[in-house]
């Protein structure tokens, strides 16, 4: 049985003050429970947040430009995991992304092994980058199942410092299969496809785009990674190889050359008035 008081009619002549329905909360102090055992000091140390960026404990090698460094996990291009370049043009800004990592491979005496271009390796251009032809590996795979088995059996291997293939077809399961041999890799692993796979799932712990700008420029954004999400373009200056010491300072900025070029045959602009002058002078 239920009994229920009404305070207000009992016949007490101090009644008590009426509480609020629902009381606020108060927090109750950060302490952690002795219920629940400390986690030892090396599983702590392992264990990653996903609001901070992985790091991993395979060693990195430096993108080549500081800013890039800093929204990658352990401050470069990770060994042992696979990373993926998405670009919209094949062959045409990988290489110029790239090579400041795979000169620093080079300089260690390490092997780049290219799978599978779309488009011939430019060798003055390379040359131009500080990669040596006698540490450049080529090989011309054409069938996408020629590509796949060929970066698979170089990953196993492990006989490469650094190894770019282009798999523009790839499937999620082989991504998956490259991504658990590369584990046990010590090189880079690079794997260029298009921008249209960015819509695709893929076991690759790393996953960035790249384009370019009108000021030789490339943006990078990095939509995959071991930490919280990038959000906007990283703009890394770069010029492509050779052209830097043959560039005029206005060539170096054609961004400023089309907004001018723009502009001129705006109506209400001196140049378009100008011509019009000019025009009914003629008549």
């Given at each position: 049985m239920?009994?229920?008081?009404?305070?207000?009619?009992a016949?007490?002549?101090?009644?008590?003050?009426?509480?609020?329905r629902?009381?606020?909360?108060?927090?109750?102090?950060?302490?952690?429970?002795?219920?629940?055992?400390?986690?030892p000091?090396?599983v702590e140390?392992?264990?990653?947040?996903?609001?901070?960026?992985?790091?991993?404990?395979?060693?990195?090698?430096?993108?080549?430009?500081?800013?890039?460094?800093?929204?990658?996990?352990?401050?470069?291009?990770p060994?042992?995991?696979?990373?993926?370049?998405?670009?919209?043009?094949?062959?045409?800004?990988?290489?110029?992304?790239?090579?400041?990592?795979?000169?620093?491979?080079?300089?260690?005496?390490?092997?780049?092994?290219?799978?599978?271009?779309?488009?011939?390796?430019?060798?003055?251009?390379?040359?131009?980058?500080?990669?040596?032809?006698?540490?450049?590996?080529?090989?011309?795979?054409?069938?996408?199942?020629?590509?796949?088995?060929?970066?698979?059996?170089?990953?196993?291997?492990?006989?490469?410092?650094?190894?770019?293939?282009?798999?523009?077809?790839?499937?999620?399961?082989?991504l998956?299969?490259?991504?658990?041999?590369a584990?046990a890799?010590?090189?880079?692993?690079?794997?260029?496809?298009?921008?249209?796979?960015?819509?695709?799932?893929?076991?690759s712990?790393?996953?960035?785009?790249?384009?370019?700008?009108?000021?030789?420029?490339?943006?990078?954004?990095?939509?995959?990674?071991?930490?919280?999400?990038?959000?906007?373009?990283?703009?890394?200056?770069?010029?492509?190889g050779?052209?830097?010491?043959?560039?005029?300072p206005?060539?170096?900025?054609?961004?400023?050359l089309?907004?001018?070029?723009?502009?001129?045959d705006?109506v209400?602009?001196?140049?378009?008035?100008?011509?019009?002058?000019?025009?009914?002078?003629?008549?």
């Amino acid at each position: 049985m239920q009994t229920t008081f009404n305070w207000l009619d009992a016949p007490s002549q101090r009644q008590p003050s009426v509480l609020p329905r629902n009381p606020p909360a108060i927090a109750a102090p950060d302490v952690p429970d002795p219920a629940v055992p400390a986690l030892p000091p090396a599983v702590e140390a392992a264990v990653w947040r996903a609001n901070e960026l992985g790091q991993g404990k395979r060693s990195v090698v430096s993108s080549g430009w500081a800013s890039l460094d800093a929204e990658l996990p352990g401050g470069g291009w990770p060994r042992g995991a696979v990373t993926e370049v998405l670009a919209t043009q094949p062959s045409v800004l990988e290489w110029r992304l790239l090579s400041p990592a795979l000169r620093q491979v080079v300089g260690a005496g390490g092997q780049v092994v290219v799978i599978g271009p779309a488009r011939h390796p430019h060798l003055p251009g390379l040359l131009h980058e500080g990669l040596d032809e006698r540490q450049l590996v080529w090989i011309r795979a054409e069938a996408p199942s020629e590509r796949m088995w060929v970066t698979e059996q170089l990953i196993r291997s492990n006989a490469a410092g650094a190894i770019i293939a282009w798999l523009p077809q790839a499937r999620q399961e082989q991504l998956r299969r490259l991504q658990v041999g590369a584990l046990a890799c010590d090189g880079l692993v690079f794997l260029c496809r298009p921008t249209a796979a960015r819509h695709e799932a893929s076991a690759s712990p790393l996953r960035v785009h790249a384009s370019v700008g009108l000021d030789w420029e490339l943006k990078v954004n990095v939509f995959k990674r071991r930490g919280p999400v990038h959000e906007g373009e990283l703009i890394l200056p770069s010029v492509p190889g050779g052209l830097s010491a043959i560039l005029t300072p206005r060539l170096r900025k054609p961004s400023r050359l089309i907004s001018r070029g723009a502009t001129a045959d705006v109506v209400g602009s001196p140049s378009s008035f100008a011509a019009s002058r000019r025009h009914a002078a003629i008549q």
